[in-house]
């Protein structure tokens, strides 16, 4: 199926630091959704988020359904250890559709 | 919250044998389940999207007879993997359509890790 533009691929990253991914398409989203999916696991919803605008945060995440409404951003601030995993966005198309992103491996050096 | 869950999560079957993977909603009702492949470090392969009580519907490039998908309740759905080769192996997922707070997001299964020897 189509997958959504993710970047940055992969980050490495200090602990303590703050990180910044995001997702991009050409056509519109009238929902986006953020999941970390750890090794050998499903992926679990971190945020959704489902207006344009939309600013919403779950503990130290932060995302953004851009007003566009073609692109979102997840922030993590002070990431720690366990934020180790990979980052996906999805997105529903007003046709009912899920695409995905490519993903963002994190890894934290403590 | 919505629980969809997968058995079985690690399988090793020897090739030519078929394999069952079971995807279940627990606490909601499912008329739309999804199966995906995964391939180590790389994002979700969209396969099929399995309809209740209809034929399930296939992504381009992906065999049906080979991986047939039987979705008999709201419930339940299955993933067999027919006539398995080692090029088989990977990680399936799936996944649900569900209810949060009135709206639709995927909830995912844990994931089963087949591996055809």
């Known amino acids: 199926g189509q997958q959504l533009n993710q970047s940055p691929q992969s980050m490495f990253i200090q602990e303590g630091e703050d990180v910044s991914m995001n997702c991009t398409s050409s056509s519109i989203f009238n929902t986006w959704l953020w999941y970390k999916q750890d090794p050998g696991e499903g992926p679990v919803l971190l945020i959704a988020l489902y207006k344009a605008g939309e600013l919403t945060s779950n503990g130290r995440l932060t995302a953004q359904f851009g007003i566009t409404r073609k692109d979102s951003f997840l922030n993590i601030s002070a990431s720690i250890p366990s934020d180790v995993g990979i980052y996906f966005c999805?997105?529903?198309?007003?046709?009912?559709?899920?695409?995905f992103g490519t993903g963002t491996s994190l890894t934290v050096i403590p | 919250g919505a629980v969809v869950s997968q058995h079985p999560s690690r399988v090793i079957c020897k090739s030519g044998t078929s394999v069952k993977i079971e995807c279940r909603s627990l606490?909601?009702?499912?008329?739309?389940m999804f199966w995906y492949r995964q391939f180590p470090k790389q994002s979700l392969m969209l396969m099929a999207t399995?309809?209740?009580?209809?034929?399930?519907?296939?992504e381009q490039g992906v065999e049906k007879d080979k991986f047939l998908i039987n979705h008999a309740s709201l419930t339940l759905s299955t993933l067999t993997v027919t006539s398995a080769h080692p090029e088989d192996s990977s990680f399936y997922i799936c996944?649900?359509?569900?209810?949060?707070?009135?709206?639709?997001?995927?909830?995912f299964g844990a994931g089963s890790r087949l591996t055809v020897l």
């Open positions: 399995s309809n209740e009580g209809s034929k399930a519907t296939y």
């Open positions: 606490d909601f009702q499912a008329t739309t």
């Open positions: 999805a997105g529903l198309n007003p046709g009912n559709q899920f695409y």
């Open positions: 996944s649900a359509n569900s209810p949060v707070s009135g709206a639709n997001v995927l909830t």
